[in-house]
C-alpha cells in the first residue's frame, strides 16, 4: 500500500457501495486498485499514461473514472461517505 492509498477501514465502507461487475460481460479488474489510481492522479496531476503499472493499466483507470463519472457512481459515493 503506498502513500495516500485507501486504508482498509476506508476500503471497507466504500466496498459495498460499488457496482459488482462489468456491463460488458467481463469481470472488472479491483475496484481498489482503480480507486487508489484514480486518487493518485488526482493528488499528483501526472497525465494518465504515466500512471504507475501499480494501478494497472493507465487506460483501463482512465475509461472506469470516466464511466464513473458518466454514471453518477463518483457522486453517489461522495454523498454517501458525507
Not at 23 to 31: E, F, L, S, T
Not at 34 to 47: F, N, W
Not at 58 to 78: E, N, P
Amino acid at each position: 500500500m503506498g502513500r495516500g492509498d485507501l486504508t482498509n477501514a476506508e476500503w471497507e465502507r466504500l466496498r459495498p457501495l460499488l457496482p459488482e461487475g462489468g456491463r460488458r460481460g467481463g469481470r472488472w479488474n479491483d475496484h481498489r486498485k482503480t480507486i487508489d489510481g484514480v486518487l493518485y492522479r488526482a493528488r499528483t496531476g501526472l497525465p494518465w499514461r504515466d500512471l504507475p503499472e501499480r494501478f494497472g493499466s493507465w487506460i483501463t483507470v482512465y475509461k472506469r473514472h470516466r464511466r464513473w463519472s458518466a454514471d453518477g457512481t463518483w457522486q453517489m459515493l461522495l454523498t454517501a461517505i458525507q
